[in-house]
């Protein structure tokens, strides 16, 4: 077969079925016995459409198995980009959120994104999206619904009586 060379031959194609019959993962199984059909001489791009891939996706996994053996057939995991806040700086951002805002200090009555962003950029050196800070919060297990927030010179019982007084008879 010249497109497809399977170099490591520890296992037959019968044994790759049976491994592929006992695999945990349906992938990996699916990968397997695309591997049997070439062992057994199928062509490549039958041994693909059979098991669902394309003949360059089985070229892929032969170099995979060949390089790591069964292994190289489940799909790796991918841990994903670092995050640029460290659990320290995490901390005092949930911290800070659930204090909430100084009025004199920083100028807002209730935490926004923006508000936020600009918080982080200024005590952590990080600089992020709005969207980035909305999904640190999410990670901290803040919700997107705050409360309203209320005016620091407000008057509960003025606000009562006003209720009272344009209250329909």
């Keep these: 077969m010249a497109g497809i060379e399977i170099t490591r031959l520890e296992m037959s194609s019968s044994e790759l079925r049976a491994a592929s019959a006992k695999a945990p993962n349906v992938k990996a199984a699916r990968r397997m016995l695309?591997?049997?059909?070439?062992?057994?001489?199928?062509?490549?791009?039958?041994?693909?459409?059979?098991?669902?891939?394309?003949?360059?996706t089985l070229r892929d996994w032969v170099h995979r198995y060949n390089a790591d053996g069964l292994a190289g057939l489940v799909n790796r995991s991918y841990a994903g980009p670092k995050r640029r806040l460290n659990p320290e700086n995490l901390a005092e951002l949930a911290a800070i959120v659930e204090?909430?805002?100084?009025?004199?200090?920083?100028?807002?009555?209730?935490?926004?994104?923006?508000?936020?962003?600009?918080?982080?950029?200024?005590?952590?050196?990080?600089?992020?999206?709005?969207?980035?800070?909305?999904?640190?919060?999410?990670?901290?297990?803040?919700?997107?619904?705050?409360?309203?927030?209320?005016?620091?010179?407000?008057?509960?019982?003025?606000?009562?009586?006003?209720?009272?007084?344009?209250?329909?008879?």
């Design 99 to 169: 204090a909430g805002p100084d009025p004199q200090k920083d100028g807002v009555v209730r935490w926004r994104q923006s508000d936020l962003q600009r918080v982080i950029e200024e005590r952590f050196g990080v600089v992020l999206t709005e969207r980035a800070v909305g999904k640190q919060l999410a990670y901290l297990g803040f919700k997107r619904l705050s409360v309203r927030a209320q005016h620091p010179k407000s008057d509960p019982a003025a606000q009562e009586a006003f209720k009272k007084a344009s209250a329909k008879p």
């Design 34 to 56: 695309a591997l049997a059909m070439v062992l057994d001489g199928v062509d490549r791009k039958t041994a693909a459409e059979t098991c669902g891939m394309d003949r360059q």
